[in-house]
């Protein structure tokens, strides 16, 4: 079965709160009907009913992305600032784009200027790309208390997990 969050991570009781209290801002978006899904995997008895069931149950509570948030070491909550733009056309490429992750479910919706405990927010950037377009990066590396730093190597390794085929092939 695919991972869910250690128990340790339940013990988070900042971030726990914030979860429970603000469920808006945490919406488990799937293009899957996982009902109908997992009734057809189950009428074909798929070979691992275990699997299946985690695999459901990710998309309809969330995947845990075997990660440790070293709770009790690194910080509740934290704001790492995006580097300064150089030019207009990538402030309102970014704005942009916030507004359409925002609108087809990828990004909260904005609950004020200040993060809720057990957050964390990465820089964003915008790369130039060929014909003077940009690409949105986020920068999960960033800083000594990045969400990438909080994955540990070893639990991913051969895995790519650029898109849903890397994830299914990997799995």
């Known amino acids: ?102 609108s087809v479910g990828r990004y909260s919706r904005n609950f004020g200027p200040d993060l809720l405990p057990g957050m964390y927010s990465m820089p964003i950037h915008a790369v130039p790309k060929e014909g003077g377009k940009f690409r949105l990066v986020m920068n999960h590396g960033a800083g000594d208390f990045s969400l990438n730093s909080m994955i540990a190597k070893e639990d991913i390794a051969r895995v790519t997990l650029d898109n849903v085929q890397d994830l299914g092939d990997a799995l």
């Open 1 to 102: 079965p695919l991972p869910r969050p250690p128990a340790l991570e339940f013990l988070n009781l900042s971030a726990m709160n914030t979860f429970t209290s603000r469920p808006d801002l945490f919406a488990i978006c799937t293009p899957v009907n996982v009902n109908r899904f997992e009734t057809l995997l189950t009428l074909a008895k798929h070979p691992n009913p275990v699997f299946v069931k985690s695999v459901c149950q990710g998309l309809r509570k969330g995947f845990w992305p075997w990660a440790d948030t070293h709770y009790g070491v690194y910080p509740t909550t934290l704001d790492v600032p995006s580097p300064s733009l150089s030019s207009d056309q990538e402030w309102n490429f970014l704005w942009d784009q916030i507004i359409k992750e925002e």
